[in-house]
């Protein structure tokens, strides 16, 4: 397992943009897959975008595609979600996962605390 934190949340209006950023702790980062869930209070978690351990391949929910990039810093032990045109829909916590493998969703050994997104209309 991995460390994970993230940061980067807030308040955005409706078109904005944000930036989330997920930290993690020793070199197995570097050999996990990473991925971004949220979840909105009642609801199941839902999946948002993975990226594989060397950030050549990405998958992502349909519902943020073109939207949103998953990307990765293995040098900083960092992953990062960018937010464009963001949706009062897209509103929730945002969790960090990590796991050894490269998959769209499903269990993920490592989570992070999450960060709190807001978008307002």
């Known amino acids: 397992q991995v460390r994970l934190v993230e940061s980067g949340g807030g308040l955005v209006q409706a078109g904005g943009s944000l930036r989330l950023s997920c930290a993690g702790s020793g070199r197995t980062f570097r050999r996990y897959a990473m991925a971004w869930f949220r979840q909105v209070p009642g609801k199941e978690r839902e999946f948002v975008a993975a990226i594989a351990w060397n950030g050549g391949s990405t998958y992502y929910a349909d519902s943020v595609k073109g939207r949103f990039t998953i990307s990765r810093d293995n040098a900083k032990n960092t992953v990062y979600l960018q937010m464009n045109s963001l949706k009062p829909e897209d509103t929730a916590v945002y969790y960090c996962?990590?796991?050894?493998?490269?998959?769209?969703?499903?269990?993920?050994?490592?989570w992070g605390q999450g960060t709190r997104v807001t978008v307002s209309s």
């Open positions: 996962a990590g796991d050894p493998l490269f998959k769209a969703g499903g269990v993920y050994d490592s």
